[in-house]
T-cell receptor
Framework: AQRVTQPEKLLSVFKGAPVELKCNYSYSGSPELFWYVQYSRQRLQLLLRHISRESIKGFTADLNKGETSFHLKKPFAQEEDSAMYYCALQGSTLGRLYFGRGTQLTVWP | NAGVTQTPKFRVLKTGQSMTLLCAQDMNHEYMYWYRQDPGMGLRLIHYSVGEGTTAKGEVPDGYNVSRLKKQNFLLGLESAAPSQTSVYFC????????????FGPGTRLTVL
């Protein structure tokens, strides 16, 4: 079975502080993982794909197969990072993504 | 390109009424999806389609029907709306097997009284 767990519903940090949004997955095969971001009342946007190993808006995420994790990190949070973040897994059913329940990040000034 | 668009943006229904939500994409994507988003539940897949004329059930298909008569359109129908179907509905599309990330529409906010 495929499953994505985001253990924190809510996460608050101050501007300039480091932030880490946790994502753990359950999948026996080789996973493809994504982070999506949703700003207030907007559509979901793709933030990162693990296969591209890129940094977008200062965010990075590393796939750790041993710990089955794909945590999202940013060294210095900004107020504009406040949003809902979803971790998603592409599992065995091609084209189908399994989403976590999301973490609402608030960055205080 | 408009990307993924959804019609309508908002709708209020009474219990028992029916309606159809329209999703359109202009990216020539093979795959299309309907999700519902509820507080604390994240995104749950209702139905999806891997090509014109095909549909498949997702995680929460009961009470919904879909059709994909044209590649660019994916319709979500509620035959007899219930208050439990009050939600924000998102449509998404993707190229499919090789480029799997999904592009989302702006959402439809549906309230069933």
């Amino acid at each position: 079975a495929q499953r994505v767990t985001q253990p924190e519903k809510l996460l608050s940090v101050f501007k300039g502080a480091p932030v880490e949004l946790k994502c753990n997955y359950s999948y026996s095969g080789s996973p493809e993982l994504f982070w999506y971001v949703q700003y207030s009342r907007q559509r979901l946007q793709l933030l990162l794909r693990h296969i591209s190993r890129e940094s977008i808006k200062g965010f990075t995420a590393d796939l750790n197969k041993g710990e089955t994790s794909f945590h999202l990190k940013k060294p210095f949070a900004q107020e504009e990072d406040s949003a809902m973040y979803y971790c998603a897994l592409q599992g065995s059913t091609l084209g189908r993504l399994y989403f976590g329940r999301g973490t609402q990040l608030t960055v205080w000034p | 390109n408009a990307g993924v668009t959804q019609t309508p943006k908002f709708r209020v229904l009474k219990t028992g009424q029916s309606m159809t939500l329209l999703c359109a994409q202009d990216m020539n994507h093979e795959y299309m999806y309907w999700y519902r988003q509820d507080p604390g539940m994240g995104l749950r897949l209702i139905h999806y389609s891997v090509g014109e004329g095909t549909t498949a059930k997702g995680e929460v298909p009961d009470g919904y029907n879909v059709s994909r008569l044209k590649k660019q359109n994916f319709l979500l129908g509620l035959e007899s709306a219930a208050p439990s179907q009050t939600s924000v509905y998102f449509c998404a599309s993707s190229y499919g097997t090789t480029l799997t990330w999904q592009f989302f529409g702006p959402g439809t906010r549906l309230t069933v009284l």
